[in-house]
């Protein structure tokens, strides 16, 4: 089993920054990539960006594509997720989840940490 506890959420007015990380512990030699996902009341969970544990690998929404960074620093096991011009629409909570799988559906990641709130007010 991987343990993952996501920080660094908060109340940030348009256009600021703030910067999430997720702390994975346990078993992570038994995930190949850790993603952030994003959910509001009444919708289904978003995908947001996913990187694999070597780095080799990211993806990104196309609604976060060129705002957002998904870096990892191994000797932590903690991803990170650096949050640009944030908007809004950005308002959710934050997850992050641990898989093998590199894809964007968040039934396809076994691991799920607790959630942090952001909050984008205009």
């Known amino acids: 089993q991987v343990q993952l506890v996501e920080s660094g959420g908060g109340l940030v007015q348009a256009g600021g920054s703030l910067r999430l990380s997720c702390a994975a512990s346990?078993?992570?030699?038994?995930?190949?990539?850790v993603g952030w996902f994003r959910q509001t009341p009444g919708k289904e969970r978003e995908f947001v960006a996913t990187v694999n544990w070597s780095g080799s690998y990211t993806n990104y929404a196309d609604s976060v594509k060129g705002r957002f960074t998904i870096s990892r620093d191994n000797a932590k096991s903690t991803v990170y997720l650096q949050m640009n011009s944030l908007q809004p629409d950005d308002t959710a909570v934050y997850y992050c989840?641990?898989?093998?799988?590199?894809?964007?559906?968040?039934?396809?990641?076994?691991?799920w940490g607790q959630g942090t709130q952001v909050t984008v007010s205009s």
């Open positions: 346990g078993r992570t030699s038994s995930t190949n990539v």
């Open positions: 989840a641990a898989g093998w799988k590199a894809t964007k559906r968040a039934d396809d990641f076994g691991s």
